[in-house]
Structures are given as structure tokens and as C-alpha cells.
């Protein structure tokens, strides 16, 4: 069991999924720590490949890990990829967790979602509502494999002592986002169709679903911070949910994003769409015992998530 607090300089500490839009605020967040930072594209090692995870490993023995790699999607993604975000999100966090052990890991972090929560749990969710009820069906198979990579994590902990921790952070966004027009989560899609509607002049933008569903957005480098701070400080089995403890309906959240991006037209709602979850504010009462908040606002973040969009995408706001 490594000691708390843990020390992350000197280290050698890998960044699974460092060219996501976590792990590269990991990676941002990483740069002040004076960690030696490893990391390794999917087309060197396929995480999904026991036997190239466990060699990689055996020759880089990093000594924390931040499992940040996963199959990941908006509800679309979730609803239509189901056998791929079952299969490959078990197959990484297996991989990953019994390698860090076989090979002297001392610290990993696993990254759950707040999705794993039943679908009806009270609100705010607490940590220790998980498996207490039904899922939400649209993301089931990611929920239950995010499930098993929390239960394994918390298995090598009781079995072996390893000192592996899991996160559950809220819906996040900022840099590094997916922009696919189906697939991606609701930030991402909505910064990138209020763009082009300002652009081409639309009279009108679609949002899927009824606009009544809520949801809590926390800035990834927020999260990113968080991460860092539990990684050095936190040492338990229990999960530590990571937001902001404010959520929004969808339709309200449309108009914030329609105003940053500077779209004036109007806004209609889909409901044909799936709404998913009615509801998911997590309960941040155990990270802020743990001496953590989140700083960046809801309309900062927009901007800073708008702005990465166009300089992602090379464009300009007009
Ligand atoms: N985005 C969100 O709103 C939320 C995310 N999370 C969790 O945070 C973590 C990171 O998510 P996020 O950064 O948004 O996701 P991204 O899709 O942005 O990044 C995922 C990363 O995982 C890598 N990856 C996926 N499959 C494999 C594979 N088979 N082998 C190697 N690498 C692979 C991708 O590699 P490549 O670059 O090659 O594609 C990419 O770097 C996940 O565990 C997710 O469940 C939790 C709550 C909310
Ligand atoms: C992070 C989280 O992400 C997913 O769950 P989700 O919270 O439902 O994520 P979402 O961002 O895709 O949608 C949020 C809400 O927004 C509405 N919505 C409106 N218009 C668009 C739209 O254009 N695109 C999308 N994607 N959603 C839209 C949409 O109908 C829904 O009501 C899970 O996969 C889950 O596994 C998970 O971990």
C-alpha cells in the first residue's frame, strides 16, 4: 500500500488515454507536478490486448496510474455501441488494473461515471447509492462495465492491499472534446451546432429531447485538479464523486451555450430523442470534506470549451 500523502514528483506515473479530454488535462494538470509522465498510443498498445499491456507494463513499471483510457460517448453512442462499450471498457479496466498489480504499481486511479447510479436514486447521489437500484437503459452496458472496473479496483485493494482509488466525476467538457454530431455528449454538440447555425444563418437549432432532463457540468480541468488532489491525498475504498453541486435543465443550458457562441435564433426540442437520466446531481459533500472545489463557473467554461472548439476545429468566432 503506497503512504498517504502520496508524492507524484520523481515519479513515474502513466497517463492511460492521454490524448483524451481528460487525460490531456491530466497530462496539463501533470506538467506542475515534476512527474516523469508516460504515456502510449493506442496503435503501440491496444488497451483491449492483455498481452501488449502486460509487456508494456513488465518493461515501464510506472508507479501510479491514472486509468483515463475508456470507450466513451454521449447517449447516442452509449444507446447504438452497446456491445463495444461493454466489451471494451471490461476488457481495458482488467487489463489495466491487473497489470498496475503484477508489476508493483503503487497508486491508480480508476475513472467511474456518475451514470453508474440507478436511474432513480435519490438526488444528489451519493457515493453509496451505487447498485442499489435499476440503470438507466440507454447506458447500461457502460454503467456496468464502469461498475466492474470500480468492484475490481476495490477487490485488488481488500485482496492485496493495492492502493487503487475510484473517482465518479458528473458530465465534463472543455478542450480535447468530441465534436461527432451524433455521438458526442451534449456540450460538445451543442457549442458546434450553435456555431454552424450562426454561421449559415438558420432560423432555428434543434435539441434532442424534451429539454427537461438536468445535468451537472464540470470543466475538465477542474476535474483534472481534483484528480491531482485526491491522487496525493485520498487513500480508500470508498468512491469520491467529482462535480460542481449545481445542475441545469437542458433547455436552460441551451441558452446559455447559444448565448456564448452568439446564435440568436430560435430554439426548438426533439423529444423523438432520448432524454436519458430525468436527473444526475452528484452529492460533493465527501470532496469537500476532502478539501477540494471546483473553481471555473458554468459560463467561463463555455467560453474557455467555445474557444478550444475554434482553435481546434481552426476557425474563427466571426
Ligand atoms: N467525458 C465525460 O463527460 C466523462 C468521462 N468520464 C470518464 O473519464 C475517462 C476519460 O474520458 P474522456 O477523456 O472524456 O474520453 P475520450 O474519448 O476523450 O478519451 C478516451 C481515451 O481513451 C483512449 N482509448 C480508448 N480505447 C482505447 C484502447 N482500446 N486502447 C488504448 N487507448 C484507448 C483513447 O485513445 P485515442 O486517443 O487513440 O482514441 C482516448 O485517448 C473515461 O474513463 C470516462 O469514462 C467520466 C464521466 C464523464
Ligand atoms: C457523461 C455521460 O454521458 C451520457 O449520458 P448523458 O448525461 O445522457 O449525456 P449526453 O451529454 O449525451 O446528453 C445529456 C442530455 O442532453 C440532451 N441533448 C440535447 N441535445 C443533445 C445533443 O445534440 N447531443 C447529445 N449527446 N445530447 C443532447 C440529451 O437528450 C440528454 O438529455 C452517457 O452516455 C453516460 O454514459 C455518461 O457517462
Not at 487525460?23 to 492483455?50: C, F, I, K, W, Y
Not at 481534483?226 to 435543465?249: F, Q, R
Amino acid at each position: 500500500m503506497a503512504s498517504t500523502p502520496f508524492e507524484l514528483k520523481g515519479k513515474r506515473v502513466f497517463v492511460a488515454g492521454h490524448r483524451g479530454m481528460v487525460g490531456s488535462a491530466l497530462m496539463r494538470r501533470l506538467a506542475r507536478e515534476g512527474s516523469e509522465l508516460l504515456t502510449v498510443p493506442r496503435s503501440e498498445v491496444d488497451l483491449r490486448n492483455q498481452a501488449a499491456v502486460n509487456a508494456w507494463f513488465a518493461a515501464k513499471r510506472p508507479q501510479a496510474v491514472f486509468l483515463a483510457a475508456a470507450k466513451v460517448g454521449g447517449i447516442v453512442a452509449n444507446n447504438t455501441l452497446r456491445a463495444e462499450f461493454l466489451h471494451d471498457n471490461l476488457a481495458i479496466s482488467t487489463n489495466v488494473i491487473q497489470a498496475a498489480h503484477a508489476n508493483g504499481c503503487e497508486k491508480l486511479m480508476f475513472f467511474g461515471s456518475s451514470c453508474i447510479y440507478p436511474r432513480l436514486a435519490p438526488q444528489p447521489l451519493r457515493e453509496d447509492s451505487m447498485l442499489t437500484g435499476a440503470l438507466e437503459q440507454t447506458n447500461e452496458p457502460y454503467a456496468i462495465a464502469k461498475i466492474a472496473g470500480v468492484k475490481m479496483a476495490e477487490a485488488y485493494r481488500s485482496q492485496y492491499g493495492s492502493d487503487f482509488i475510484s473517482v465518479m466525476p458528473t458530465n465534463l467538457y472543455g478542450p480535447g472534446d468530441n465534436y461527432h454530431p451524433e455521438y458526442s455528449h451534449v456540450v460538445a454538440a451543442l457549442i458546434r451546432r450553435f456555431h454552424e447555425a450562426k454561421l449559415s444563418g438558420a432560423s432555428s437549432v434543434v435539441v434532442w429531447g424534451t429539454g427537461m432532463p438536468r445535468r451537472e457540468f464540470l470543466y475538465v480541468d477542474d476535474l483534472a485538479d481534483a484528480c491531482i488532489h485526491l491522487m496525493k491525498t485520498y487513500s480508500s475504498p470508498e468512491l469520491v464523486n467529482i462535480g460542481t453541486g449545481e445542475d441545469i435543465t437542458i433547455a436552460e443550458f441551451a441558452r446559455v451555450v447559444a448565448a456564448i457562441v452568439g446564435y440568436r435564433g430560435e430554439i426548438s426540442f426533439d423529444p423523438t430523442r432520448p432524454d436519458g437520466t430525468p436527473r444526475k446531481l452528484l452529492d460533493i459533500s465527501r470532496l469537500a470534506r476532502l478539501g477540494w472545489r471546483a473553481t471555473t463557473s458554468l459560463d467561463d467554461g463555455i467560453r474557455l470549451a467555445y474557444q478550444a472548439y475554434l482553435s481546434e476545429t481552426k476557425q474563427a468566432a466571426e
